[in-house]
């Protein structure tokens, strides 16, 4: 139930009907993993699957460089790709390369060095897909760095994925990439992505994923719950993403009655975990969503977010888009609803019933003990 195989099954629909997709995810949802799966899934039918993780990147002849390791290491030498990917460079600069096409980056352009391997791509015999992970953090720092070179690659980019439709494209991401695109003017260079969102795990879902055998092993103390108990995990943490679960379901210290073996963890056991979680010496746990603002928004935007959050955490039912205008004054009102609407987007915050709020009550109190000023 938990090994999002539904998901699986309507992306492998979505590409193997021509669409290019854009998956956003906040982080420690399972994206990657899922996006693995689903390789093998594609792999076991006879696609040709390239997975790129572009985190940290903030150039293209980088990117370039890391597509076409990606795509030789799928590929028998004896593949035709290499000899008509050799033919297209002997083209472009003549020879003197040696024997490696990776060796010709830097002394081609990166779109054109693109065009050739995807050229050539296009015509295995295979179905092919690049799977491209962090795609957002790709652009933000290439944009940050030189904003008219990112725009002119990622149109450029665009324009390839039309051009060699057979090759689809999947990319994903942990920041929003239509904030990222909106904030450098890169809104067109994105637009024919059909998105599909990685949702967190229902309760029914996330109690699978706490009982299955793999993950109880790598638990401290296996244990047996109830559904009725495991309300007062899911209550507390709100957003049942994986990491979260098995960061509790680790701290749990089961006292109730044995079961085949196994002891029962009483709803106390699963609170004391919680609270576990929430001593200082457990901060880096949830240190990520700091780094997260503080790299990934501008000086501005990021004061401004550490406000918001700073006020959202004070209740367990959050503000109300007024009353957070008003305390974030002088800033405009339109950039307060620009980070909300940014924060909501990265998986931090929702909007419930006309309030703001954190999606989990463990970073809440988390944030509320630790981040707010």
């Not at 854009?22 to 594609?42: F, Q, S, V, Y």
């Not at 790709?81 to 003197?96: D, M, Q, S, T, V």
């Not at 295979?126 to 990112?150: C, H, M, P, T, W």
């Amino acid at each position: 139930m938990h090994g999002r195989e539904n998901e699986r099954d309507t992306l492998k629909r979505k590409l193997k009907a021509g669409q290019n997709i854009h998956m956003p995810a906040p982080r420690r949802i399972g994206k990657t993993w899922t996006i693995n799966r689903l390789a093998e899934d594609m792999r076991k039918e006879g696609w040709l699957i390239v997975e790129v993780d572009v985190q940290g990147m903030s150039a293209p002849d980088k990117f370039a460089r890391r597509l076409c390791q990606k795509i030789q290491g799928q590929l028998p030498t004896t593949s035709g790709l290499h000899a008509a990917f050799k033919n297209r460079l002997e083209a472009l600069i003549g020879g003197g390369w040696g024997t490696n096409p990776i060796n010709v980056i830097g002394q081609v352009d990166p779109v054109a060095f693109l065009d050739a391997l995807l050229e050539t791509l296009e015509k295995e015999e295979k179905q092919s897909a690049i799977f491209v992970d962090e795609i957002a953090y790709f652009v933000l720092g290439f944009a940050e760095r030189n904003e008219n070179d990112a725009k002119d690659f990622f149109y450029e980019l665009r324009k390839l994925q039309a051009e060699y439709s057979n090759v689809r494209w999947l990319f994903t991401g942990s920041i929003g990439l239509n904030f990222v695109a909106e904030r450098f003017g890169l809104g067109g260079a994105f637009v024919d992505l059909t998105t599909f969102i990685l949702e967190p795990f229902d309760e029914a879902e996330a109690g699978s994923f706490l009982r299955d055998p793999a993950t109880q092993m790598g638990f401290n103390h296996q244990f047996h719950a109830s559904d009725e108990d495991l309300k007062v995990l899911f209550e507390e943490l709100g957003w049942l993403a994986p990491y979260y679960l098995k960061l509790v379901g680790n701290e749990v210290r089961p006292s109730g009655p044995e079961q085949g073996g196994t002891l029962t963890a009483k709803p106390e056991d699963l609170r004391a975990a919680m609270e576990k979680l929430l001593e200082p010496t457990r901060k880096s746990e949830f240190a990520v969503w700091r780094e997260h603002i503080d790299k990934n928004l501008p000086q501005t935007d990021r004061d401004l977010a550490r406000g918001v959050l700073g006020r959202v955490s004070a209740a367990a039912d959050g503000e109300t888009l007024d009353t957070l205008q008003a305390a974030m004054a002088p800033a405009k009102p339109k950039a307060v609803r620009d980070i909300l609407d940014i924060l909501q987007s990265d998986g931090l915050t929702d909007l419930t019933e006309g309030r703001y709020r954190f999606r989990s009550g463990l970073i809440r109190r988390y944030w509320q003990q630790y981040e707010a000023d």
